[in-house]
T-cell receptor
Framework: GENVEQHPSTLSVQEGDSAVIKCTYS??????FPWYKQELGKGPQLIID?????GEKKDQRIAVTLNKTAKHFSLHITETQPEDSAVYFCAAITTWGGSYIPTFGRGTSLIVHP | NAGVTQTPKFQVLKTGQSMTLQCAQD?????MYWYRQDPGMGLRLIYY???????DKGEVPNGYNVSRLNKREFSLRLESAAPSQTSVYFC???????????FGEGSRLTVL
């Protein structure tokens, strides 16, 4: 099955700095790569995603890049703010019997210091 | 606009007791999932249901059973709870073909 590795497990930055979280995956058939943000006491929520026919996607201060050859994708957050503090999960989507089964990384705890 | 609703939010069980976690979604999604979240382990898939009437095992199904009661509801049952099942459980749903998951707020279960 799919295996997703995510680094770092913890990331501490100063407000205004950039933050980068990296993920690698193993199944070359995976073609959809979402990123989720989980705030304390809540369920994860999709913040950005990328499909395999695209190399980069940007939405205001967040961007995701994908390198299918190397099987890795990254989340970039610029001009970080305290409200960006949360746990971030990457995922790779494999199709199994017509279903989309996300495999998640272990998460990155991002701490933005004011 | 409730989205995905899980009950209960908190539960404490003794080893060997049974319980059912309930999940309901109001987005008319075909697919539903149960994940467990443990520190440092991320989100691990327990069971999923691609559509009403079907269920399949995920990565960590042992000790659990599920029922897709109808299109809206997907329950997770622990027949004989063990301390290793202490975790936060998340239900999620998605529209077939999109891949985007919508999560509930979680159910925190402690087994003593």
């Amino acid at each position: 099955g799919e295996n997703v590795e995510q680094h770092p497990s913890t990331l501490s930055v100063q407000e205004g700095d950039s933050a980068v979280i990296k993920c690698t995956y193993s199944d070359s058939a995976s073609n959809y790569f979402p990123w989720y943000k989980q705030e304390l006491g809540k369920g994860p929520q999709l913040i950005i995603d990328i499909r395999s026919n695209v190399g980069e996607k940007k939405d205001q201060r967040i961007a995701v890049t994908l390198n299918k050859t190397a099987k890795h994708f990254s989340l970039h957050i610029t001009e970080t703010q305290p409200e960006d503090s949360a746990v971030y999960f990457c995922a790779a989507i494999t199709t199994w019997g017509g279903s989309y089964i996300p495999t998640f990384g272990r998460g990155t705890s991002l701490i933005v210091h004011p | 606009n409730a989205g995905v609703t899980q009950t209960p939010k908190f539960q404490v069980l003794k080893t060997g007791q049974s319980m059912t976690l309930q999940c309901a979604q109001d987005m008319n999604h075909n697919s539903m999932y149960w994940y467990r979240q443990d520190p440092g382990m991320g989100l691990r898939l327990i069971y999923y249901s691609a559509s009403e009437g079907t269920t399949d095992k995920g990565e960590v199904p042992n000790g659990y059973n599920v029922s897709r009661l109808n299109k809206r509801e997907f329950s997770l049952r622990l027949e004989s709870a063990a301390p290793s099942q202490t975790s936060v459980y998340f239900c999620a749903s998605s529209e077939a073909g999109t891949g985007e998951l919508f999560f509930g707020e979680g159910s925190r279960l402690t087994v003593l």
